[in-house]
């Protein structure tokens, strides 16, 4: 047998994205031309066009109607497409499969029925078709092809005893001397398709979905490949999920069983089956991405090159469902597990994780390996409810830290528990195989805590052989999306240098970006009323700029009210709220002697000061019992927020509101600040909706403000327009009722930016320091939430980002960061450096601590 080391074989999976553009296609051509300059017979084994086997499922899904034209029509012109792209004819085989396509969703039609066999068959001609095409294009490039049919060489096995099974079927994966000597003339390369095998009698079956990277490991185990590459659109695997956590690192070496566990975790990058094949021949796995080819990967293998304990990755899961079966007769009782989960069994549900107390088990039930609708939770809850009590608890998300010898570094997670001081934790559990230790907790909070998690426990590692560099670092010159216009202060660059110049710092804001942002929230046909929350962004022309395009104002103090009220004082007072928080008496009568509307969030004002309220209108700020937000600190509901009337109170506040005739026509409620996802605001106008009924004169529901701006270029926003046409559906459900909202960040952040010279540069270990001219005194967001604010130095816009640098201020505390490892060009003192999205909160919030004053406001 010929050992891994000397083997000729390398075996190259490519995934959907990775041949579905020309230019991907010309990174394949390169990297094949590297391998066979190494004297290696490259493999290829590539799945269909992304988006094809979507399709395919629709186009049977729509054959039954008999309507599948449509989609035959998209597959067609997809595939004819990349053929023009690649400029190759489509050719004869092409046609043929197109042809076989048709024919088939036509007997479908017929019949209106699909045998899993016609499944496979439709299925498998994704990827025939993208391999054809491959196949033309790598020819039409000078090299030589052999195009082979998977299904001639991947057989499928039957498992114990069952019978195969045809959509997810598994292969043997002995090495194969009849396919080495098929495989084995030099200096050419062999393609075929991902996902497809064969049975015993020759008919397609499918390895299931994410199938191609299991097809790729079965081909290098038979082959003994020298290794196996798997090119896919991220370069490796990384610490944690990158696009909810862009400090995530990439794992340079992983062992087999680490890899297996994170893919299995939830990362997308593998297919946890395809680990098995390439570790039981201990053929190294490689990981790359196809559209940056010279990017050096993850290798895994089974030797990676360090044994410490070390947590390698946070891995999140989300949709995860647990039952709770709580029974005192449990204790000591013989056969209960047996029975319960004989239940999960009958059910055909399979448990992921499991932990038990004497009087309770808990498990947990993994949407990947069950389907949840819910008639089959409710089944499964009847029947286990004859063993013992049950509870339904979801949906959570599982936060896995993952890594060898995990239970070596317990005693280093101190620190990480005080996360989850704010957070129920519904279970915890430490894997047997000691490679990951789990919390599951509420679903929303799956990639906030993944975050902190991330930065306490694997951010601030330096770089070893596993640690490699950020996504952050890796994507900076690209991390601008082409499309994305870039933000105002470009265009004002030398304006504000100027600004720097002659002031040190300064913040400066754009009134074109207010403006915009108001005219994108006017846009929102749910909503009858708008106010700016002044407490985001005070400054006076801020302020004009929201006003003249007829926005309310929101304040939650006498100062602010009597800020508004000397710039506007002609402002109808109907466009001003006051909504404060543990006021003083004195400021409630103040705004009621103006006749502004006020909002209580608390029955005590009503309880003890009952002179004030009689005969009037209010709103009142309920607490809806769901925080949600950026950061604990501004998340405003729930038992643990000091806001709103708590909804035990309720029948108190009516009680009190008829014995003061006071008419409570406004119910509101804001549950925290920096939130994207849009069901916050729809569950809130469900919620007040709901309250509403029991308070005859409410007309307006205040869903309150929390409307998140990205932190990073890539992170996508809220999304106003699906907001917009849920909110319509609330109001169709009750009409009658007013929606107003009151956002302050989403209006302000982005027309905000710091500018502040840098002062001083300093090298230490292996940070270096760049000092600017004021710090936490002007922005405290960083020190106080761990926010992030892109940072760039002005001075030198155009210069490449190379080196990494903590930017801090002047402030003598160690918090007084305002962003760590930040790439920026060699930067001198004297150079200008911008810190974005400082609009709002920024300003607002400074200080003049050290005795050093913040940086000045300029509206430009
Ligand atoms: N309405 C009420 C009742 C509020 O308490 C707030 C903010 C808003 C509206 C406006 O929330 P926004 O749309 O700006 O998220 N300093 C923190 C934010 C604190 C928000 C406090 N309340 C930060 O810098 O992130």
């Known amino acids: 047998m010929i050992s891994a080391a000397e083997s000729p074989w390398v075996v190259l999976k490519f995934g959907g994205t990775s041949v579905s553009t020309a230019a991907n296609w010309h990174n394949i051509v390169r990297v094949l031309r590297a391998r066979l300059g190494d004297g290696l017979r490259p493999v290829v084994v590539h799945s269909a066009i992304s988006g094809i086997t979507d399709r395919l499922e629709s186009l049977l899904a729509k054959a039954m109607e008999g309507q599948h034209e449509p989609v035959y029509q998209q597959i067609v ?87 195969t099974s045809v959509l997810s079927a598994t292969c ?30 020759g008919n397609t079956v499918l390895l299931g979905r994410g199938g191609s990277d299991t097809s790729g490991a079965y081909f290098a185990a038979k082959l003994q490949a020298r290794r196996l590459e798997i090119w896919t659109d991220v370069p490796g695997m990384f610490s944690a999920n990158p696009r909810s956590t862009p400090t995530a690192r990439l794992l340079k070496a992983l062992h087999y069983d680490e890899a297996q566990e994170i893919a299995s975790s939830g990362a997308k990058v593998l297919h946890p089956r395809c680990i098995l094949p390439v570790r039981q021949y201990g053929i190294a796995l490689h990981v790359y991405a196809t559209q940056m080819p010279e990017l050096e990967g993850t290798v895994i293998t089974s030797a990676p090159g360090d044994s410490a304990a070390q947590v390698k990755a946070i891995a999140v899961r989300k949709g995860i469902t647990l039952i709770s079966l709580d029974s005192p007769g449990m204790w000591h009782q013989v056969g209960f597990l047996a029975d319960a989960f004989q239940v999960f069994k009958d059910h055909g549900l399979s448990v992921d994780l499991i932990s038990t107390s004497e009087t309770n088990v808990t498990v947990s039930l993994d949407p990947a390996a069950n389907t949840l609708d819910g008639a089959a939770i409710a089944g499964l809850v009847s029947d286990l409810s004859r063993l013992c009590r049950v509870q339904v608890i979801g949906p959570c998300a599982s936060l896995s830290l993952v890594g060898r010898n995990i239970r070596g570094i317990l005693h280093r997670l101190g620190d990480a528990f005080e996360l989850f001081e704010e957070q129920k934790i519904h279970l915890v559990s430490q894997a047997a195989n000691d490679l990951n230790f789990t919390f599951v907790i509420d679903e929303d909070q799956g990639d906030r805590l993944a975050r902190q998690l991330h930065d306490l ?4 590692t330096a770089r070893d052989k596993v640690m490699g560099p950020t996504w952050e670092q890796l994507f900076s010159p690209a991390r601008r999306s082409a499309d994305a216009p870039p933000p105002w202060w470009h265009s004002r660059r030398s304006q504000l240098l100027d600004l720097a110049g002659r002031n040190g710092a300064a913040y400066a804001y754009d009134r074109g970006t207010i403006q915009k942002r108001v005219d994108g929230l006017a846009a929102m046909k749910s909503i009858d009323r708008r106010f700016y929350a002044i407490k985001a962004n005070p400054h006076a022309d801020v302020l004009r700029t929201v006003v003249e395009r007829g926005v309310g104002l929101e304040c939650v103090s006498q100062g602010e009210l009597e800020h508004v009220l000397a710039l506007f004082p002609d402002l109808p007072r109907e466009r001003i709220l006051f909504t404060p928080n543990f006021a003083p008496r004195s400021e409630y009568a103040f705004a009621l002697e103006r006749d502004l509307q006020v909002t209580l969030d608390n029955l005590h004002p009503l309880r003890e000061w009952a002179e004030l309220w009689r005969g009037r209108e209010l709103f009142v700020r309920i607490d809806t019992g769901h925080g949600r937000g950026h950061h604990d600190h501004v998340r405003t509901a729930g038992l643990h927020s000091k806001f709103g009337v708590p909804l035990s109170e309720l029948d108190e506040l009516g009680r009190l509101a008829r014995e003061l005739s006071v008419r409570i026509v406004g119910l509101h409620a804001h549950a925290g600040s920096g939130v994207f996802n849009v069901h916050n605001w729809v569950e809130t106008a469900t919620q007040l909706a709901g309250i509403a009924r029991r308070f005859r004169d409410v007309r307006v529901l205040d869903i309150g403000g929390g409307l998140g701006v990205p932190e990073r270029p890539a992170q996508p926003g809220v999304d106003l327009a699906a907001l917009d046409s849920a909110l319509l559906e609330v109001r169709e459900k009750n009409p009658g009722l007013e929606l107003w909202i009151e956002p302050g960040r989403y209006l302000v952040a982005e027309a905000g930016a710091l500018v502040a010279q840098v002062t001083q540069l300093k090298g230490k270990g292996e940070v270096q320091y760049v000092g600017i001219a004021t710090g936490m005194n002007s922005l405290i967001r960083p020190a106080l939430y761990g926010s992030h604010h892109e940072i760039v130095n002005l001075t030198r816009l155009d210069e490449p ?41 920024g300003h607002a919030m400074s200080s003049h601590y050290n005795l050093r004053a913040p940086a000045k406001e300029f509206m430009l």
């Open 77 to 163: 012109e997809r595939h004819r497409e990349l053929a023009r792209e690649l400029r190759i004819a489509p050719g004869a085989d092409l046609e043929r499969h197109l042809n076989d396509l048709q024919q088939i969703a036509a007997g479908v039609a017929l019949v209106g029925e699909v045998s899993e066999r016609v499944r496979a068959r439709v299925m498998a001609t994704g990827e025939l078709m993208a391999t054809v095409l491959g196949a033309q294009f790598l020819r039409s490039q000078g090299l030589e092809v052999t195009w082979v049919d998977a299904r001639t060489v991947l057989k499928s096995e039957a498992r114990r005893g069952a019978r």
């Open 801 to 841: 980002a190379t080196e990494t640098f903590s930017v801090v201020g002047p402030i003598c505390e160690s918090g007084d960061q305002l962003g760590v490892d930040r790439l920026l060009p060699p930067t001198r003192e004297g150079d200008v450096v911008l810190i974005a999205n400082a609009g709002a909160y």
């Open 172 to 201: 043997n994966f002995e090495p194969d001397p009849e396919l080495q000597r098929r495989f084995s003339a030099p200096g050419h390369v062999l393609l075929t398709q991902g996902f497809i095998a064969s049975d015993e009698d």
């Open 457 to 460: 426990l694997i951010r601030a």
